[in-house]
């Protein structure tokens, strides 16, 4: 065999394992046991664009839109939305076609009500940068913004809006740096709540593998979920009654 050939053979197949593992660390791991499994407090139901988790006996009227990170397994964010449905807000997990919510997030147009309804929308990463960019395209539609682990938004501007927004930030996140999320800080709505997650990165805001060129968390998986479901809910709750 040429050399020629035997080196288009290596680098072949470098490339791909390198995407074998990528995929892989995008992959929904270790979720816990009753993620998806109904009880008294919350009923899980699944379609082909999206996991509901419903707040069985809630009195609140707003209900959550989640967007996924790009690339990421859907299911990698079913525990925080069912930790929001537990704590009365139903939660719309959305699935985007190939996970690329740049393609695929103006789907729920024709999902919900929107005009009618009471929507709070978010996501990870990608997924908050397409949720930011939905309340950018339609204003006044959303009730409230939340945006994890992201830099954006960054090409457009929502310094103008009023809108309730929360913005949680890892200390140690690769992807979406201190540096990154406070260079864009001033196009978000000028009554952003941002929070830093001490020790946190950008993998652990999903049940996900360490992703390629975040840096390693310094709380575990569980404390991260919690600190972002109890930051989370709390503007919710305020959104809901208005304060």
């Known amino acids: 065999m040429k050399k020629r050939n035997i080196f288009r053979l290596i680098w072949f197949s470098l490339v791909a394992v390198f995407f074998i593992w990528q995929w892989t660390t995008y992959q929904s791991r270790n979720l816990p046991e009753d993620t998806f499994k109904n009880n008294n407090k919350v009923s899980v139901e699944k ?3 999206e996991i509901t988790f419903i ?3 809630s009195k609140n009227q707003n209900e959550i839109i989640f967007f996924q990170g790009g690339l990421t397994d859907p299911k990698a ?15 719309h997990l959305i699935k985007m076609d190939w996970r690329m919510p740049q393609w695929d997030y103006k789907k729920i147009e024709n999902m919900f009500d929107l005009e009618n309804g009471k929507y709070i929308i978010g996501g990870h990463s ?3 940068k397409m949720a930011s960019q939905f309340v ?20 457009f501007d929502l310094s103008n809006r009023l809108l309730p927004t929360i913005k949680l930030y ?15 800080k001033s196009k ?6 941002l929070i830093e997650i001490k020790g946190g990165n950008h ?25 972002t479901a109890e930051a989370l809910v709390e503007v919710f709750n305020k959104i809901e009654t208005g304060n």
């Open 188 to 193: 978000l709505p000028k009554n952003t709540d």
């Open 126 to 128: 990608q997924g908050a």
């Open 203 to 227: 993998s652990q805001f999903g049940y996900l593998g360490k992703l390629l060129t975040d840096e390693t968390a310094e709380i575990d998986l569980t404390e991260q979920q919690r600190l």
């Open 55 to 57: 707040a069985n006996n």
């Open 47 to 49: 379609s082909s664009d």
């Open 77 to 91: 964010y079913a525990p925080l939305c069912r930790e929001i449905a537990e704590n009365g807000f139903t939660c």
């Open 136 to 155: 950018y395209e339609n204003p006044d539609l959303m009730k409230g913004l939340f945006l994890l682990g992201t830099s954006h938004p960054r090409d």
């Open 170 to 184: 890892g200390e140690l996140d690769g992807l979406a740096s201190i540096s990154e999320v406070m260079e864009n």
